[in-house]
């Protein structure tokens, strides 16, 4: 497990919020898994950028991972190896969140997320929307 706990920033969360209400999903850890997920799409590592854990929006990680937990957290680990960042627990929990919340960014900075539908349509784009 890479967390046991993960508690996000309050601007993720409103961010969340506003995505939730165009996507109509209510669940916090589906919205981040489409998040995770599209970081890791992008070819460059994340911004080292403190993200303070400063809401009320918290969830143990086989809640974010539900039955593919596993799958998250290789996909983590193999991303980390091929940034050459390495696998200590420390570097695994930080690039999490460090993806985690720059997905949470680039979902909510795009207009192009008006419907569920759009995210299934960004699921299978090549571009990457990565405006922050």
């Known amino acids: 497990m890479?967390?046991?706990?993960?508690?996000?920033?309050n601007r993720a969360k409103e961010q969340?919020?506003?995505?939730k209400s165009k996507t109509g999903i209510?669940?916090?850890?589906?919205?981040?898994?489409?998040?995770?997920c599209l970081s890791l799409k992008e070819p460059?590592?994340?911004?080292?950028?403190?993200h303070p854990a400063d809401?009320?929006?918290?969830?143990?990680?086989?809640?974010?991972g539900g039955e593919y937990q596993d799958i998250y957290e290789a996909l983590i680990i193999e991303r980390c190896i091929?940034?050459?960042?390495?696998?200590s627990p420390d570097i695994l929990a930080k690039q999490f969140r460090l993806h985690l919340h720059r997905g949470i960014s680039y979902l909510a900075?795009?207009?192009?997320?008006?419907?569920?539908?759009?995210?299934?349509?960004?699921?299978?784009?090549?571009?990457?929307q990565s405006e922050e």
Do not use: H, Y
């Open 16 to 19: 969340l919020i506003r995505l």
């Open 109 to 128: 900075a795009t207009n192009f997320i008006k419907n569920i539908g759009d995210l299934l349509k960004l699921s299978s784009s090549d571009e990457t």
């Open 55 to 64: 809401s009320n929006v918290e969830m143990t990680w086989q809640v974010f």
């Open 82 to 87: 091929s940034d050459g960042l390495g696998t």
């Open 2 to 9: 890479i967390v046991k706990q993960i508690r996000l920033s």
């Open 44 to 50: 460059t590592p994340p911004p080292d950028v403190e």
């Open 26 to 36: 209510q669940q916090w850890n589906v919205l981040c898994r489409w998040a995770l």
